[in-house]
């Protein structure tokens, strides 16, 4: 019976580790988005995060707005990366992310996650 309860233990945790590992580490997709970079502030109450926002246009206009828009919401974790996003605000600018399955307080609010940044050329 102990040898029985200690497999099962082994296994249940192996369980419970992979989906931990599933739904907050693995990265479920990747890629880029260009876009006005419209809002980013550092926030929260216990853990403060970066936190941004852009809109993502399929229309522009010369007046520099965007029409027919939809918004990008994103966090930031990397100070340097949050350093160069927070000079260019106003900017159209285009950002490399990562989607997790799901969210950690101290990762920000969003699942996207941003780890670098360039002007839109």
Known sequence: MKKFLSRL???TVLLLGSLVYWKYF???SEGYRAGLLQKFSSRGTIFKTYEGEIILSSVQTT???AIASEKFFFSVTK??????IEKLQGEHVVVHYTEKNGRLPWNGDSPY????VSVKR
């Open 26 to 28: 693995y990265t479920y």
């Open 79 to 84: 100070e340097d990366v949050a350093r160069n």
């Open 9 to 11: 233990l082994i296994v």
């Open 113 to 116: 996650l941003v780890d670098s």
């Open 63 to 65: 007046a520099n707005m």
